[in-house]
């Protein structure tokens, strides 16, 4: 198991507030094409018709635009490497919450759908049903970081992530320059559940038993990001509960996916719980097992462990956990080697 301390931020390779060169460049910046139309759309008037050529001057970038195409070259074996390649990202919880971080990530997926990969979104929104189950005077219930899913929390659960999450996503992703498909486990039967072997507990939790990607890879072929929420029906039609995370590492590991990237709201798993600087940069199954066997793992971190290793069991390459709070950690742990968080290997 290797520790460190909390990320420096000099290990942000990509500026905090925006990852990309600004699009709309400096107007300064603009060099007057030789023939045309400006970016502007007007005819250019040649300038040798009205004026004699100035002297040539070489115009030198500044220090932070030079960072910035820095950044964009050492992506580039990493475009290479990973282009053409499915990565599943989990995100929920925590880091959800905001609407301006929200955008940032889906932002970041976007740019990752655009260089060539291919992102397929799971997404969770724990909070989010909190909230809509405190209007109807529900109060939430977990054990070991599963909600207690009574008749009622489960159509709040469904109404909540089916209708306003997922929906909400797909249109972040729309207004980000992507396109995106929102669906639930229950559509063209893209997960199958049973109940969970806690059901006596845990009500409508369930588990997985099945997952048909068909549906997924016109989706993904045709350019679009699959985004989904993980309600899921048995055989009868009764709707499941399912856990993001879990249903993430499944749906990673039938479509064959390189990456399984799960995005939380800590730096990665913490050696210590009670200490953010206890960061674990990377552990083997048998060391993660032996974190949740010795207690120092656990609440929502364990169906995380759990579906990592699930995941990697299956042919998934890597899964990481990795704090969506910080800006661009999706970014920084795909295109650069520095890595943000844990990353759990076979
Ligand atoms: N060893 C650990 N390292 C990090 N977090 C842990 C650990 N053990 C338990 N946790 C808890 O797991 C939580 C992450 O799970 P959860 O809240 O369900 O995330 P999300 O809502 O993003 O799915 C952390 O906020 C932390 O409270
Ligand atoms: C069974 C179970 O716990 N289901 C989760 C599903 C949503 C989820 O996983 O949301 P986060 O990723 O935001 O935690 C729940 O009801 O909260």
């Known amino acids: 198991m290797m520790l460190t301390k909390p990320h420096p931020s000099s290990r942000l390779l990509l500026p905090t507030t925006t990852a990309l060169p600004n699009p709309s460049p400096n107007p300064s910046r603009v060099t007057p094409l ?8 007007h ?7 009205v004026a004699p050529a100035q002297p040539a001057s070489v115009a030198q970038p500044t220090a932070p635009a030079l960072s910035r195409v820095d950044v ?16 599943v990202v989990k995100y929920g919880g925590a880091a959800m919450k905001s609407p301006e971080l929200q955008s940032s990530v889906i932002r970041d997926l976007v740019l990752l759908s ?11 929104g724990g909070p989010e049903i909190n909230s809509w189950l405190g209007r109807v005077g529900v109060e939430p219930q977990f054990r070991n970081g599963l909600r207690v899913t009574d008749a009622l929390t489960m159509e709040v659960v469904e109404m909540v992530l089916v209708g306003k999450v997922n929906k909400q996503l797909v249109s972040l992703i729309s ?22 072997p806690d059901a006596a ?16 890879r016109p989706i993904i072929e045709s350019g679009h990001i699959p985004v989904i929420a993980t309600v899921a029906a048995d055989e009868t039609g009764q709707a499941y509960n399912i856990n993001a995370d879990t249903a993430a590492g499944e749906i990673a590991a039938a479509l064959g996916a390189e ?21 674990v940069k990377e552990i083997d199954i048998a060391g993660v097992r032996q974190m949740v066997a010795d ?11 759990e579906c990592c290793v699930r995941a990697l069991a299956q042919g998934v390459h890597t899964a990481s956990i990795i704090d969506g709070r910080v800006p661009h950690s999706l970014l920084l742990e795909i295109l650069t080697d520095e890595g943000t968080g844990t990353m759990i290997t076979g």
Do not use: W, Y
Request: aromatic share 2%.
């Open 114 to 124: 655009c260089v060539g990969l291919r992102p397929v979104l799971v997404h969770g």
């Open 72 to 87: 964009l070259s050492e992506a580039l074996p990493f475009i290479q490497r990973f282009r053409g390649k499915t990565v």
């Open 295 to 305: 207690g120092k793992v656990g609440g929502g971190m364990i169906p995380k462990v």
């Open 34 to 41: 030789a023939s045309g139309r400006g970016r502007r759309g």
């Open 175 to 196: 207004v980000a320059g992507a396109t995106a498909v929102g669906l639930c486990g229950k559509d063209a039967r893209l997960l199958t559940a049973r109940p969970s």
């Open 43 to 49: 005819h250019r008037v040649c300038a040798s018709s």
């Open 201 to 216: 507990a845990l009500g409508f939790v369930g588990e997985v038993t099945r997952v048909n990607p068909s549906v997924l």
């Open 259 to 279: 990456k399984l990237l799960l995005l939380t709201d800590v730096s990665g798993i913490l050696a210590d719980r009670n200490d953010p600087g206890s960061l």
